[in-house]
């Protein structure tokens, strides 16, 4: 309902502005049949084969977004975009392995992880807000996209995550200030819209023992997320991000950065993140509180890179000491270190290191990128909320960008294969945590229809 009642002011008030004598010959049609319609068509592939006698699970999801944005009126605009999802084919990604006790963890996030077996209704309402853009401003109100380090779209599957409320950005030379404030969000993965304390939670709680599973889902209480971030673009060859994730009655994670890119070839970067829990963490209760009120999380990552003639090679590492655990909502962020990859995520984990190698040549319309992984985790849940193995991860991720006939076309292979460490775990640890091979193929095809307008530095990502 609050939705409706912006929009039917902002038909308002554009009517109102378009009688400006500036305007005269412009109605109100002239602002919506002069946006910008963009969107994507995606299919994406996905097989997951486990060791041994363990299940395998394969499925294949078609979906489209169309995002609108009407014409600026005054610095004024109306965007709108959604998404739907169908299943085209796919084993039964419910059906429960014997040894495990469990089934498919990754295909299903093509689809519904909230309602698991739902593979038709799976439409949503990503975007749909008001906003008021100059060239060093942009406040948004609304349903809406975000890009930041912590939490961002991350649409490796489907659908990407999205929040509501509100969200500006200051330009100011080289330099950007965000601020924002959401109370609902949509993660990735689902098709409803919650209060931010009811969206922690829906992938999974993990444990705060060997035996006892926690339960925060629908027992933690938070208004909100609030954010604060400076970016600056140029200080020498060097770029510094400052952010502060403020989860209302939960948790404050600090995060700063610095990336130097040299003419030498040599580039690099380190982080350091550091998270305290607000009163109880989200609950009284230890079975349901968010973070553990004993807990300060500090975590340290840093890159080395060289630039050579035929690609890039990046060493990078990652610590988290044994103060705390990192837990971030994996429903609003990823993992921000240097040493993510894609299907491995440090969140969770405390007391544990990760190293990474990274190559990654760049071509005309192709790219190629191979890592290498190794995350050694403490077994103690005490430090390792998910109780994952240790394992070395190897990814070949491989893009195909077309032109001409095919312009707008993309193609994407990535081929995930990670093996535990310790190789004596029983199968049932095993199961879609080690010991697996992934394939995953993706088909974006994106498309942009624009008339009369200009982007004056903030943009728009399509996913």
């Given amino acids: 309902m609050r939705y409706l009642i912006v929009i039917i002011l902002c038909f308002f008030g554009l009517f109102v502005l378009a009688q400006d004598k500036d305007e005269a010959d412009k109605n109100l049609l002239h602002y919506f049949t002069s946006g910008t319609l963009s969107g994507q068509i995606r299919d994406f592939s996905m097989a997951t ?6 299940n395998d699970y394969y499925a294949n999801a078609v979906g489209a977004s169309i995002h609108f944005e009407t014409l600026p009126l005054k610095g004024f605009s109306l965007g709108l975009n959604g998404i739907f999802v169908y299943r085209t084919f796919s084993n ?3 059906s429960i392995d014997s040894i495990a006790n469990s089934s498919s963890l990754y295909e299903l996030q093509l689809f519904d992880v909230e309602h698991k077996g739902n593979y038709t209704d799976l439409d949503r309402l990503e975007e ?5 853009q100059t060239k060093k401003l942009r406040v948004m109100y609304g349903k809406m996209e975000i890009l930041s380090p912590l939490i961002n779209l991350h649409d490796g599957r489907m659908k990407p995550k999205v929040f509501s409320g509100f969200q500006t950005n200051y330009l100011f030379k080289d330099n950007t200030f965000n601020l924002a404030w959401f109370s609902k969000a949509s993660p990735r993965s689902i098709t409803h819209w919650f209060n931010i304390e009811d969206a922690i939670g829906l992938y999974n709680n993990g444990y705060i023992s060997d035996t006892t599973k926690a339960d925060y889902h629908y027992n933690i209480a938070s208004n909100g997320l609030g954010i604060f971030g400076f970016e600056s673009k140029k200080i020498s060859s060097f770029k510094l991000n400052v952010w502060n994730y403020y989860l209302d009655n939960i948790s404050n994670t600090s995060f700063l950065k610095l990336d130097c890119d040299r003419d030498t070839g040599f580039y690099g970067g380190v982080m350091y993140l550091y998270q305290t829990p607000l009163n109880n963490g989200g609950s009284e209760n230890p079975i349901h509180t968010y973070h553990n009120v004993d807990e300060r999380t500090n975590l340290i ?31 609003f962020g990823v993992d ?9 995520q440090i969140e969770g984990q405390g007391n544990a290191t990760s190293f990474g190698i990274t190559g990654e040549k760049k071509m005309k319309n192709a790219s190629i990128r191979l890592d290498w992984n190794q995350m050694l985790t403490d077994q103690s849940t005490k ?3 998910y109780k994952q193995p240790s394992y070395n991860q190897f990814n070949i991720d491989y893009s195909y960008s077309f032109h001409k ?4 076309l993309e193609l994407r292979f990535l081929y995930v294969y990670r093996r535990a460490i310790e190789r004596n775990l029983p199968m049932a640890e095993m199961f879609n945590q080690v010991d697996f091979n992934q394939i995953n193929l993706v088909a974006n095809f994106n498309f942009t229809a624009s008339v009369k307008t200009k982007n004056n530095g903030f943009g728009h990502h399509h996913h």
């Avoid at 630039?307 to 429903?331: M, Q, S, W, Y």
């Fill in 301 to 331: 990552s840093g890159s080395i890179g060289r630039h050579f003639k035929f690609c890039d090679v990046n060493l990078n590492a990652t610590h988290i000491l044994n103060t705390g655990k990192f837990i971030f909502p994996r429903e």
């Fill in 49 to 54: 084969v486990n060791k041994g006698i363990l």
């Fill in 383 to 385: 430090f390792n909320k």
């Fill in 405 to 408: 006939k095919f312009e707008g």
């Fill in 92 to 94: 039964d990604l419910l």
């Fill in 336 to 344: 921000p270190t240097y040493t993510y990859i894609s299907r491995s």
């Fill in 128 to 132: 749909l807000y008001i906003k008021y």
